[in-house]
């Protein structure tokens, strides 16, 4: 099934924490400015307008969602996330499984990642759109990069082959709920869902993205945020 025949879903795990940003509330609802970076990154997902609905997963206890004027738009739906990253994700792919069929195409994108563009979502969906397996968007490494062990660097890693995976990553429904069912059953730990994927066998691919598209993880991220969003309203 091609570009044309298959909806696109957006599924936003926002019900982290954010203990390293060691703030009084969780990172994705700290202010960039007049908002918060949740109603930043929602805003634009919502503008690429290529998305059926959106799924935002919060946690539990969540006291801030529904102070948001986005919580009650009609394209965005709220479900309650899990203890891990992973355990959010499956909670939203669950309702959309609810409302889809399994061959229509997910984006899970990090809330705490503001600056992402348009033009970074729509080349992802159209080098995806026609993949057996789905897709992610990354950055390749250019600093020369360090293994080591108890302080000591045990050997320098072949940067040549090395990228840092981003968000949003595009999937199948049916084969990304599948992945994460099965990592949960193993009692596995994996970062973001191409690692889910990847336990699967298969091999996602690789689609470079913008070094902008920053995830908010400590303090100084804000700022630099808040940086990266001025010069696109400029581009
Ligand atoms: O903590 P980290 O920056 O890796 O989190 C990435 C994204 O996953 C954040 O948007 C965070 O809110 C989300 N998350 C979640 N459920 C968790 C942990 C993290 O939705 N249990």
């Given amino acids: 099934m091609g570009l044309n025949s ?7 795990p926002a019900a982290g924490v954010g203990r390293r940003m060691a703030a009084d ?47 009650r738009s009609h394209s965005v739906s ?27 195409w997910v984006m899970v994108h990090d809330a705490a990642r503001p600056c992402l563009t348009a033009n970074d979502i729509r080349r992802l969906r159209d080098s995806v759109a026609n993949d057996k397996v789905g897709g992610i968007l990354a950055l390749p490494v250019h600093d020369t990069l ?10 320098t890693v072949d940067r040549t082959r090395i990228w840092r995976a981003l968000t949003p990553q595009m999937f ?32 996602p691919l690789i689609v470079e993205g913008r070094p902008d598209n920053i995830k908010i993880t400590r303090p100084e991220d804000l700022p630099l945020a808040a940086y990266y969003l001025e010069r696109q309203r400029c581009e």
């Fill in 78 to 104: 709220r479900v309650t996330g899990g203890s891990e990253r992973a355990d959010s994700v499956l909670a939203g792919l669950n309702f959309i499984a609810s409302i889809a069929a399994e061959d229509e």
């Fill in 25 to 71: 509330r969780p990172k994705q609802y700290l202010k960039l400015g007049e908002r918060t970076v949740l109603e930043h990154t929602l805003d634009r997902l919502l503008g690429s307008r290529i998305y059926s609905g959106i799924v935002v997963a919060v946690s539990e206890d969540d006291g801030y969602w529904d102070s948001l004027s986005l919580s």
């Fill in 172 to 203: 199948r429904l049916g084969l990304l709920r599948d992945a994460l069912i099965a990592v949960a059953q193993a009692g596995r730990l994996v970062t973001d869902e191409a690692g889910a994927v990847e336990l699967q066998g298969l091999k």
């Fill in 6 to 12: 298959a909806r696109i879903w957006a599924l936003v």
């Fill in 146 to 155: 360090k293994s080591t062990a108890a302080g000591r660097i045990e050997y």
